[in-house]
């Protein structure tokens, strides 16, 4: 198995500009989660899906962020207009939760993201 | 809010020596578990360990769970210069099924 694949790896943008992060989850996880990493605040859980169904987005920091998943094999984190203070890693994870809940994620490399 | 807290925030300690690190948390949870996160790389999950579970053990690693008093502790035995990374600590939350870090421990073993 590939594990869950990121793309880019790295982005550099100016402010203002949209960016589309991607990720590609473990084939036959139903649970897909997006986290945001930086010295100041740790890891942050931005948004969640299960069955493609975003369930719990209360971590997404303004409207300007959006997540889709319009299928179990894709999904993207936009950023529209990007601003400096946004520049982190952003990680996907995904993981199988069948009658069991929380079960251990699987990371990407992570899209290491630099707003000028 | 973060739900795990780890301490300490850096360890430092020579070849061969034991690390422990500990984690506490605030509300209940399902389950706790432990990832290790090399630099400029994505977190590993180490080990898994249920609330209704009180230890676990997983090669050099050793957790253990005290839901009475809300805290974990990760164990690594014989410690390796390869083991130097950051370690999180993540709850799963019993009232959501999404899992939350805490702010991480930075070991590094001197070889």
């Known amino acids: 198995d590939a594990g869950v694949i990121q793309s880019p790896r790295h982005e550099v943008t100016e402010m203002g500009q949209e960016v589309t992060l991607r990720c590609k989850p473990i084939s036959g996880h139903n649970s897909l989660f997006w986290y945001r990493q930086t010295m100041m605040r740790g890891l942050e859980l931005l948004i969640y899906f299960n069955n493609n169904v975003p369930i719990d987005d209360s971590g997404m920091p303004e409207d300007r962020f959006s997540a889709k998943m319009p299928n179990a094999s894709f999904s993207t984190l936009k950023i529209q207009p990007s601003e400096p203070r946004d520049s982190a890693v952003y990680f996907c994870a995904s993981s199988f939760t069948g009658t069991a809940t929380n079960e251990k994620l699987f990371f990407g490399s992570g899209t290491q993201l630099s707003v000028l | ?111």
Not at chain 2, 8 to 35: H, R
Request: contains cysteine; proline residues 3%; charged residues 20%.
């Open chain 2, 1 to 111: 809010s973060q739900q795990g807290e780890e301490d300490p925030q850096a360890l430092s300690i020579q070849e061969g020596e034991n690390a422990t690190m500990n984690c506490s948390y605030k509300t209940s949870i399902n389950n706790l578990q432990w990832y290790r996160q090399n630099s400029g790389r994505g977190l590993v999950h180490l080990i898994l360990i249920r609330s209704n579970e009180r230890e676990k053990h997983s090669g050099r690693l050793r957790v253990t769970l005290d839901t009475s008093k809300k805290s974990s502790s990760l164990l690594i035995t014989a410690s390796r210069a390869a083991d130097t990374a950051s370690y999180f600590c993540a709850t799963g939350q019993t009232s959501y099924d999404k899992v939350i870090f805490g702010p991480g421990t930075s070991l590094s073993v001197i070889p």
